[in-house]
């Protein structure tokens, strides 16, 4: 049974308004909303003054490693970082080894899950092996309880293979997510195609690479109409493609990562691996693209494609180093920074971390399967599932690698001065993380 507890002082950010409000947790559920609310003589009373409570932050893309690639993240060090970011779910990406493309291993990740303090759901694979050759049994993981499906690591190439699994995707009910980057045109580049990868002598990889496989994403989804979810877009191109197809009626949510909102390719010039990830950073102008997106709706959610990587993958040459950087712990920051620091609209910032993404993901609602998992993103009103995260605006830390709860260490944001932090994170009820500090 979970405790009680009241959240004491801080600003709730509904899904219209901010009001300075105590929230009540009962037995999981939110119990009580309003200004000096009465709480049980037991319960556990947590600071939020100076603070933003609103409804716990889901990340639609997470690499959570396990099974295969423990050395790097487990799900329960994944979740663990992910609580101290203030999420309460994440979904678990399926580039691990076995990939998770069939029920057995869908069920291994979510039992894993279930043991952790938050909610952790499964994205599926689209093909058998994410090889790209063959559709894997969407159904059966769908009937555990996964909503969302991807190659993610990689795109589908196929175009054909891509209809097709769209159109089961239809069927079923379900959300297609891509990873677009065209392999042909991406070839073996490690860092953004243009005058600097030629100056530095780095293979490039072209903003068209991704440009062609949204197009045609898009192009898919409307003539089969199913919904798609665009991963990680990184250029201004890409997101004027979703805009034009929305305007078509196509049934389409896209994603920035906190990295593409926050660096740009300048740092690809110290050769420091920590800076490769796929899709590659790219320029200002294409960062300044994405943050005006995110901020007038032409972007969903921010999702941070954390990608855990020992130091083998990474203390390598460039171009042979595996690509991806961590982004759990600093999202929230990085997130109000890209929205305008101090000036960032408290509303649209929980949007994009938590109720859009809670949305495409199917979590708004509880889910009795194996995936069992309580309701996301909901308005922090009285009867919704206490799923809550508790920020400080005022706080500044500065990132240190060493004191990260991901079992990996790569960063690029180590020194850098974040804008704000969590406080508490409540996950299904529980006080997860309190003071910054994670209870389990
Ligand atoms: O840089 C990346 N790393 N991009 C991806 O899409 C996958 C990820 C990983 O799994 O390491």
Known sequence: MAESLVLRGGTVVHTDRLAREDVLVVDGKITGVGIDIEAPSDARVLDASDCLVGPGFVDLHTHLREPGGEEAETVATGARAASLGGYSAIVAMPNTTPAIDCAAVVAQVLTLGRLTGIDV???????????????APMAEMAALGVTMFTDDGMGVQDSGLMRRAMEYARGLGVVVADHCE?????????????????????????????????????????????????????????VELVVDARKRGVDVSAEVAPHHLILTQDLCSTYDTLFKVHPPLRTQRDVDALRLALADGSLDAVATDHAPHPPQSKDRPFADAAPGMLGLEQAFALTREALGGASADPIRIFEVL??????????RTHDARLGGHSAHGGDVEVGDDANLCVVDLDARPIVDPERLASRARNTPYAGRVMQGAVRHTIARGDAVVIDGEAQR
Do not use: F
């Open 121 to 135: 759901q499964v994205a599926g694979a689209l093909t058998r092996g994410r090889e790209g050759h063959s559709l």
């Open 182 to 238: 065209d392999e042909a045109l991406a070839g073996t580049g490690s860092m953004n195609e243009g005058s600097l990868s030629a100056r530095l002598g780095l293979e490039g990889r072209s903003a068209l690479a991704e440009e062609v496989m949204v197009a045609r994403d898009l192009a898919l989804a409307e003539l089969v109409g199913c919904q798609l979810h665009l991963l990680h877009l990184s250029t201004g191109r890409s």
């Open 354 to 363: 938590s109720r859009r993404p809670a949305a495409i993901a199917r979590l």
